[in-house]
């Protein structure tokens, strides 16, 4: 990973640990977290592969497309991909946790996701803004979950 960019985000978590009073070490966490997946899919792309997209129609239908690509699929069957794709990276990037003062525990405001504590960071719950009430976790919040890499208690 280029230093320059360590440098920066170094810079950037110093900037918002005092910003939104989080520590630095949970937020140097999270974008390390953030380069080893970035990385492991760098170097998938750039290795050369066939598509892994199973035909839907045609003769060959129910066989994989097998055309030779730069990534898991071809530029036709990449569409699909990026119709699955998760939180684009740019939203993982602010991953923004701060305090709430209505529960006074830290919270995720875009998901609602509300944390044990500072030491224990895994997600207890959701607030609902309208409400202003914290609900338990329930299991069809576990995808989000893991979209965002919080850990949860299971
Ligand atoms: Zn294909």
Not at 8 to 30: P, V
Not at 71 to 96: D, S, T, W
Request: some cysteine; proline content about 3%; aromatic content about 8%.
């Amino acid at each position: 990973m280029d230093r320059t960019f360590i440098d920066f985000m170094n810079k950037y978590n110093k900037i918002l640990s005092q910003e939104y009073d989080i520590d630095k070490s949970e937020l140097d966490i999270l974008y390390q977290g953030l380069i080893k997946n970035y990385s492991k899919s760098e170097s998938k792309s750039e290795s050369k592969s066939v598509c892994q997209a199973i035909l839907k129609t045609g003769k060959s239908a129910g066989k994989q497309c097998n055309k030779s690509c730069t990534g898991e699929y071809c530029n036709k069957h990449n569409k699909h991909k990026a119709k699955q794709a998760k939180a684009p990276l740019n939203e993982v990037h602010n991953v923004i946790i701060r305090n709430n003062p209505h529960i006074n525990k830290l919270w995720h405001e875009l998901t609602g996701f509300v944390f044990e504590s500072r030491e224990n960071m895994h997600v207890i719950g959701r607030f609902n803004i309208e409400s202003k009430q914290l609900r338990k976790l329930i299991p069809g919040d576990i995808p989000l979950c893991k979209q965002w890499r919080f850990k949860h208690e299971s």
